[in-house]
């Protein structure tokens, strides 16, 4: 069963020690430091991607320091983080203290409903292929998501409730685009001209004057393409747009940002 990682979610840590001895270079106070540097998941070193080091001589410290030292570490190999920030107040004796913001481990089987669509999106943008593996329901919810970004709009999820085989209702002008998602099992499968057909009766019964119709195959065939041309040609519809596996692609991944710095907001934060 493929698996999908999710990151999105934190946890905090945080320790103090108002009284330290004479700091060890060697010694961590706060943390084993074997387990320290290894990812949760994949059970191998993580990277250090970030530091940062401030020492300063505020006035209000009375000749004392202040000596910050801050660092991410990441797995190169699943994404996994933990940003950590030592703080030492040196006054005669020294004041520790740490704090530290782990990225949570979420996993979802890739076919699970429960998979948030940020993280489906986030997938799919570098394997789309998997596109095939996902649930129903959440391949409508992806296509929200994408097009709401992509015709900056709302986008209504109407799934079963409603008839016709219309899934979502793009709320973008007074007359609204209706949209049919079709998951394939295979993206082998070559789309025909009935489905194109039928979807078109069930814009003009909702009097639609715009559809799209969104597939994971590979390609429309011939007759299909033809006949949603046609359809505009004659009237029947003012648009009728066709996204093949290529074309909805190319827009999620327009769409979707994958932020190579998942921890960067949470840098330099008033710890
Ligand atoms: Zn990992």
Not at 38 to 54: N, S
Not at 133 to 159: A, P
Not at 254 to 259: A, N
Request: glycine residues 6%; hydrophobic residues 35%.
């Amino acid at each position: 069963m493929k698996k999908i990682l999710d990151y999105s979610e934190t946890i905090p840590q945080r320790g103090h020690q108002d009284r330290g001895r004479a700091p060890d270079e060697n010694e961590d106070l706060f943390f084993d430091r074997k387990k320290d540097g290894v990812c949760p998941f994949c059970k191998i070193h993580t990277q250090v991607v970030h530091t940062d080091h401030q020492l300063t001589y505020p006035d209000w410290l009375d000749g004392g320091k202040f000596d910050i030292q801050e660092n991410v570490k990441q797995c190169s190999n699943c994404g996994w983080w933990r940003i950590r920030c030592d703080k030492l107040t040196t006054i005669g004796i020294d004041a520790r203290s740490f704090a530290m913001e782990s990225a949570i481990l979420k996993s979802y089987d890739l076919s699970s409903k429960q998979v948030p669509i940020e993280a489906l999106r986030k997938h799919l943008a570098v394997s789309f292929d998997d596109v095939i593996h996902i649930h129903d329901r959440n391949m409508e919810k992806l296509v929200q998501s994408v097009f709401r970004e992509h015709y900056s709009c709302d986008v209504e999820h109407v799934g079963r409730s409603h008839d016709g085989g219309i899934d979502l209702i793009l709320v973008n002008a007074d007359s609204p685009t209706v949209v049919q998602v079709k998951r394939r099992k295979s993206l082998d499968h070559i789309e025909g001209v009935a489905g194109i057909r039928e979807f078109l009766g069930a814009t003009i019964l909702q009097n639609g004057k715009n559809c799209i119709y969104v597939s994971t195959s590979k390609k429309f065939s011939q007759p299909a393409i033809e006949a949603a041309r046609q359809a505009i040609k004659v009237g029947a519809v003012e648009s009728y747009e066709l996204f093949d596996f290529d074309r909805f692609c190319d827009v999620l991944k327009l769409t979707t940002e994958i932020d190579p710095t998942p921890w960067k907001s949470y840098l330099r934060k008033e710890w």
